[in-house]
């Protein structure tokens, strides 16, 4: 079971690796009008919300453009620069608090940090601006699966197969789902 946990584990970081490395990210030019950089995040109104993620790194604090402040959120992810990442993803959200890939990649940073309850709260929140990502559903039924919540597992990635089972989201949800443990087992 530990080496299937692994192999399960492995294939779906490398599945939205792919999807944050080959995607450039869609960053509303009018929420980072409407919304200009707040150098002291944390103690704002926005920081507050943002689940307290605690202090920015000093480089992620002075990034006033959104698309910079993606392409490094995305790098400190692929190079498993867990917090920073979270940092810069959070931050992203006070630039774009309707981005649902953003709320889906802070999710998945969070829950890579052991930070399951913050990581399973941002998903859901993100599913509240806009239920029909299908990401949002195959990463929240991927977290859920790891914590052993096999029936919120199940709900979400049954979800995300019913979107589009044919494209790569869909195909990843539909194996997921086949892997799960019956609930007659």
């Known amino acids: ?15 939205t690796r792919h999807h944050y490395l080959d995607k450039p990210p869609v960053i509303k030019a009018e929420s980072a009008r409407v919304r200009p950089a707040l150098p002291a995040w ?9 689940g307290q993620l605690g202090a920015l790194p000093a480089m992620v604090s002075t990034v006033s453009d959104p698309a910079e402040l993606q392409r490094m959120a995305n790098e400190f992810f692929t190079n498993k620069q867990y917090d920073q990442a979270a940092a810069a993803y959070g ?12 709320y889906n990649n802070l999710g998945i ?25 299908q990401r949002i559903w195959l990463t929240l039924g991927f977290v859920n699966s790891r ?39």
């Open 1 to 15: 079971m530990a080496i299937f946990q692994v192999v399960f584990g492995l294939a779906v970081f490398a599945a």
């Open 42 to 50: 944390p103690d704002s109104a926005a920081g507050k919300a943002s």
């Open 91 to 102: 931050r992203l959200l006070v630039f774009g608090p309707d981005d649902v890939n953003t």
């Open 109 to 133: 940073t969070l829950f890579y940090l052991g930070r399951s309850d913050q990581a399973l709260g941002r998903l859901n929140e993100g599913i509240a601006v806009d239920p029909s990502y």
């Open 147 to 185: 914590l052993g919540n096999i029936g919120e597992a199940r709900a979400a990635l049954a979800t995300a197969v019913g979107m589009d089972p044919n494209n790569e989201i869909g195909q990843s949800a539909s194996e997921m789902l086949d892997s799960l443990p019956r609930d007659d087992q």
